[in-house]
C-alpha cells in the first residue's frame, strides 16, 4: 500500500469538507439555476417589477394516431395566423421542441412539437381562457389530436 503524504491527506479533507459544506448549504436553500428574471427582481423601493399577469403555455403535438404524415410547420403557422392571432393580436410566443407522451392506448409516442406561449393580464383571465380553450379545441379537431396540453401560471410582466 503506497503511504499518503501529510499535506494530501489534509487537502482531500479540506476538498470534502468544503463540497459537504456546499451541499449543505445548496439543500437548505432553494435552486436557482439563472438569474432572477426582471419580473422577479425587485424595482425602486422594493416592489416586484411589472404588473400582475398570467402566462399559458399550450403544447401541441404534430403525430397523428392514425399514422398519416405529421402536421408540417406551415400547417402550423398557418393554424396560428387563423386561430390565435386573432384571439391574441397584442403577441404570443412559439418554440419548437421534441415531446413525448403515453397515448390513450398506453404507447409511449414520441413527436415534433411546438409550445406556444401566452401573456395577459389577471384580470382578464376570464375570456382569455374561454379563447385558450377555443384553440385547443380546434387545434385537437384540426389535426385529429388526443389532447393539447395547457399551463398556467401568475406571473409579474413588465414589457
Do not use: C, W
Request: net charge neutral; proline share 8%.
Amino acid at each position: 500500500m503506497a503511504s499518503i503524504s501529510q499535506p494530501r491527506v489534509r487537502l482531500a479533507v479540506l476538498a470534502v469538507s468544503t463540497a459537504l459544506l456546499g451541499a449543505a448549504a445548496t439543500a437548505s436553500a432553494p435552486a436557482l439555476t439563472s438569474a432572477p428574471a426582471a419580473a422577479d427582481r425587485p424595482a425602486a423601493g422594493g416592489l416586484a417589477a411589472g404588473r400582475p399577469y398570467i402566462e399559458t403555455s399550450l403544447f401541441f403535438g404534430t403525430a397523428h394516431p392514425d399514422g398519416s404524415p405529421p402536421v408540417t410547420d406551415r400547417q402550423f403557422r398557418g393554424f396560428v395566423n387563423e386561430f390565435v392571432t386573432p384571439r391574441f393580436p397584442d403577441g404570443l410566443t412559439v418554440q419548437q421542441g421534441e415531446g413525448q407522451y403515453r397515448d390513450a392506448n398506453g404507447r409511449i409516442e414520441r413527436e415534433r412539437s411546438y409550445e406556444l406561449i401566452l401573456f395577459y393580464p389577471t384580470g382578464q383571465a376570464g375570456p382569455s381562457g374561454r379563447k385558450i380553450e377555443e384553440i385547443r379545441s380546434a387545434y385537437e379537431k384540426k389535426f385529429a389530436q388526443e389532447s393539447v396540453a395547457r399551463v398556467d401560471d401568475r406571473t409579474s410582466v413588465d414589457f
